[in-house]
């Protein structure tokens, strides 16, 4: 060891014709320029791959290049283009879950959907200040002006389970913290489900959830600007892959609604 205790020796063993041991010191810190410089002096080196059977990039290393053949190759000239810029017309909000990826469930292509993924696809309120989430939305909907928002559910939610089953006591976490976020859509799951087992509240709840997030995405004044002008639509999306089906809908806001409502659902359809 080299160093006092805030230090760590690495070694790396580097293949190719010139094959030598080099060890790296670097400190155990919020420093990562050491690192990059590692990056950058010996990006042209070939890492010595050692036990490569177990080695979980393999596998993702062939999908690349299968990628890299039949999309890029073949698609060129679009790849091109969007290294010059995006201009996609949906931004999607969708859940953190493996088992829920937008992309693969709806076909999108690069360059169609900004997208961020949270736990339990929850939209915070404009006043809960800033987050990863909102500060997608505001590049989303003000720099790259898409034309349309997605929010995208899904059966079996974690996330929604653990808001469910939070108890109102003084323990925090980050977990806790988050999906308390969702707190209005658990009360309305009482208060419309409370009879039904927890299976039965926790579907409800992440389709309330959606409807929340939707709701949320109104408190940001230039979302709400830009919806009231026409320019920008709100849609909720629900995925039950235990069915393989998808429920969508869209959010209808301005004032004198029938009923006296500002909202509305409009093109609710289920695709199966």
């Known amino acids: ?23 790296f010191v670097t400190k155990a ?7 990059t410089r590692q990056l950058l002096d010996f990006q042209h080196d070939t890492i010595e791959e050692v036990g490569s059977e177990h080695d979980p990039f393999m596998g993702l290393k062939a999908r690349f290049m299968d990628f890299k053949r039949r999309n890029y190759v073949e698609n060129f000239s679009n790849y091109q283009s969007l290294a010059e810029q995006q201009t996609p017309k949906f931004m999607v909000v969708a859940c953190a879950d493996s088992r829920v990826c937008p992309t693969g469930i709806l076909g999108f292509q690069p360059g169609e959907a900004f997208t ?10 404009y006043e809960h200040g800033g987050s990863e ?28 389970q653990a808001l469910m089953s939070m108890k109102d006591d003084s323990t925090s976490g980050f977990i806790k913290n988050w999906v308390s976020i969702g707190k209005s859509a658990r009360l309305s799951t009482e208060a419309a489900a409370g009879n039904l087992g927890f299976e039965m509240q926790c ?6 959830s959606i409807n929340s997030s939707l ?29 393989c089906t998808f429920e969508k809908w869209t959010l209808v806001y301005r004032q004198g609604l029938e ?14």
């Open 1 to 23: 060891m080299i160093g006092d205790s805030r230090t760590r020796g690495v070694a790396l063993r580097l293949g190719g014709s010139n094959r030598r041991d080099l060890s």
């Open 29 to 35: 810190s919020r420093d990562h320029s050491g690192l």
């Open 116 to 125: 961020v993924r949270n736990v339990a696809n929850l939209v915070p309120p």
């Open 133 to 160: 989430t909102s500060a997608a939305l505001e590049f989303a909907v003000n720099t790259l002006e898409v034309e349309n928002v997605l929010v995208v559910g899904h059966s079996r939610c974690g996330g929604i």
């Open 203 to 208: 579907r409800h709840c992440e389709k309330e």
């Open 215 to 243: 709701l949320n995405l109104l408190t940001y004044p230039w979302i709400e600007k830009r919806v009231n002008e026409g320019t920008l639509n709100l849609h909720g999306g629900y995925y039950n892959f235990i069915d």
């Open 259 to 272: 009923g006296g409502s500002k909202y509305a659902i409009k093109n609710r359809s289920t695709w199966s």
